[in-house]
């Protein structure tokens, strides 16, 4: 047993100084030990004559053995191809290199970031909230008590499945507007961006998440008029001079008065087509004068102060300025349809 252990040892020195730095000289290797009639294969040979009560430890050390050859003969094998690779292709190096591909801006974050920086010039600051929800939050206190009928306007994902839980998928980013209402004082100027759920049937026009921005102005002496001027600025801003706007009167438990707000169809121009189903009107938002049940909810002097609120579908304005027809293009993550906002501001 000493003796194999010392011949394995010798021949372990013998292997690590043989060069084998050409193809020709790994080859070469590769026969002398590992070939069929090659060293390994030899002294493997030797394991017959060992004694049974050896075998294991010798097996042990022989399979060691074999395993370095084959290491030597791998790394060998790989340098020498490389080698010789680079030695025979030609490379041109002041060729350009192949170019980035960088990716693009999804057109909802475009619009969205367009929305926030019209009404950040109005002075109005952005704030955040959750995504997962409790009830008080986005239906309590916005006027929605447990049994108000509005509550079926907003199909809602209740998490864990209970209806009667207290926690859901926010349908709507007024829930942060009453966070704001919660812990900021009058004056209050916010926008609210972000994505909200609605337990609707996919289809082009429907789908069961969707982005809002939705914005709070409280103060004292807010008015309908402030209300007005204020999307007024913003439909300039974001669809031209030219588009015309009209309010119609609505309903929402969080706001009185209520209206919606339309803009002349950018599609058809007025003319009439699917997207405006032939009105010549395409609905953009609702909004109204912060009921003030909401802001009394909120310890928010309702004598004292006013408010209005509104809240705006961001596919559907992405919709109308880009032209997509199916709502379900925004989340299926084709380039071929993202790529096209390349460059667009
Ligand atoms: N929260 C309403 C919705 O999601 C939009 C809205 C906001 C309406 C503020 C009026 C005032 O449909």
């Excluded at 609505?250 to 058809?268: G, K, N, Q, V």
């Amino acid at each position: 047993m000493q003796d194999l252990i010392q011949q394995i040892e010798n021949y372990k020195a013998e292997i690590k100084a043989f060069d084998a730095s050409t193809p020709a000289l790994a080859e070469e290797f590769r026969i002398k030990y590992l070939g069929t009639k090659g060293l390994v294969k030899t002294i493997m040979g030797l394991m017959k004559d060992v004694p049974v009560e050896q075998k294991k430890e010798a097996g042990q050390i022989l399979n060691e053995f074999k395993i370095f050859v084959e290491e030597k003969y791998n790394t060998a094998k790989e340098s020498t191809e490389q080698g010789d690779n680079s030695a025979t292709i030609n490379y041109d190096w002041s060729l350009p290199g192949n170019p980035t591909v960088v990716g693009t801006r999804h057109p909802l974050s475009l619009v969205r970031n367009q929305i926030v920086s019209i009404f950040q010039k109005l002075g109005f600051a952005v704030e955040e909230g959750p995504e997962i929800e409790d009830d008080w939050h986005n239906f309590g206190a916005m006027n929605l008590p447990e049994d108000h009928p509005a509550r079926d306007m907003q199909d809602t994902f209740y998490v864990n499945n209970d209806s009667n839980g207290k926690w859901l998928l926010r349908t709507h980013t007024s829930s942060v507007q009453a966070r704001v209402m919660q812990h900021q004082k009058p004056p209050i100027r916010c926008i609210c961006p972000g994505r909200v759920y609605r337990n609707e049937t996919i289809s082009a026009r429907a789908h069961c998440f969707f982005h809002q921005v939705e914005g709070l102005y409280i103060d004292e002496n807010v008015s309908f008029a402030d209300l007005k001027q204020t999307l007024y600025f913003f439909v300039k801003e974001m669809f031209g001079e030219n588009v015309k706007v009209r309010f119609r009167p609505s309903y929402f438990p969080f706001t009185e008065p209520s209206a919606e707000m339309d803009i002349s169809c950018l599609i058809c121009e007025g003319n009439g087509c699917t997207v405006c189903k032939h009105t010549g009107w395409v609905e953009i938002l609702g909004s109204g004068m912060v009921h003030p049940k909401v802001l009394e909810n909120f310890g928010i002097d309702s004598t004292k102060y006013t408010g209005f609120a509104f809240g705006m579908g961001v596919e559907r304005i992405t919709q109308l300025k880009y032209r997509v027809n199916d709502l379900r293009l925004y989340s299926q993550n084709d380039v071929r349809f993202l790529k096209q906002f390349t460059g667009v501001v």
